[in-house]
């Protein structure tokens, strides 16, 4: 099952577009199902259960962390994470840099930012980012690696507003990769209910995760 689902879902994506396969909440035994049929790349948003997956799972998995993350909790991750989507703050950014000081590993980080009017609280405003990118606030952490952005949109139907958000994004992203941000790579925009629409607007990395392992 899973298996079909996820092979059916990365035959319709473009080459250019990774997938990642959300696991959160479904068992290690989810995860290998879809390892044995060559899935590489999970993405968990509970810190203590992702390491404790990454710790029974093959080390050849590229684990990348999607949910909200308390600073105290950064501690879990940070020795292992491939990517950490959900930047949202400062003191976010303080606390993943110290973590990753403290062991030696530069850490990949995408920038969460607010682009819908509802759901999640999460995320930058999209002027409150550029003004920090502007001011040169982002190079105060050495240990960071900023990859590019993230964001979610309105939980709706409607495919226009969706898409007008999912465009904002895209329009802010391009505008720091060709000014401040040259290094960016990565425009994670797309869950199962809305990643077509976000690879229309430009994404490169969706995060599907009811779409191939069912339910939560
Ligand atoms: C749960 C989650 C997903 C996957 O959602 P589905 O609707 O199950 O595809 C993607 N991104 C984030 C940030 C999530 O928390």
Known sequence: ??????????????????????????????????????ER??????????????ESLPKDIEWHFIGHLQTNKVKYIAPFTHLIHSVDSVRLLEAINSEAAKIGRFIKVLLEVHIADEGTKFGWDPDELRAFIRAAEHKKFPYIIYEGLMGMATFSDDKTKVGSEFRVLKNLYNELKSTDMPQFSTLSMGMSEDYETAIAEGSNMVRIGSAIFGNR
């Not at 577009?17 to 479904?26: D, E, F, G, M, R």
């Not at 790349?41 to 990454?54: H, N, V």
């Open 41 to 54: 790349r999970f993405g968990e948003s509970r810190p203590q259960e992702l390491k404790a997956k990454y």
């Open 1 to 38: 099952m899973i298996a079909d689902r996820l092979k059916m879902i990365a035959d319709t994506l473009p080459t250019d577009v990774t997938l990642i396969a959300v696991s959160k909440t479904h068992p290690v035994e989810a995860i290998a199902e879809a390892y044995a049929a060559g």
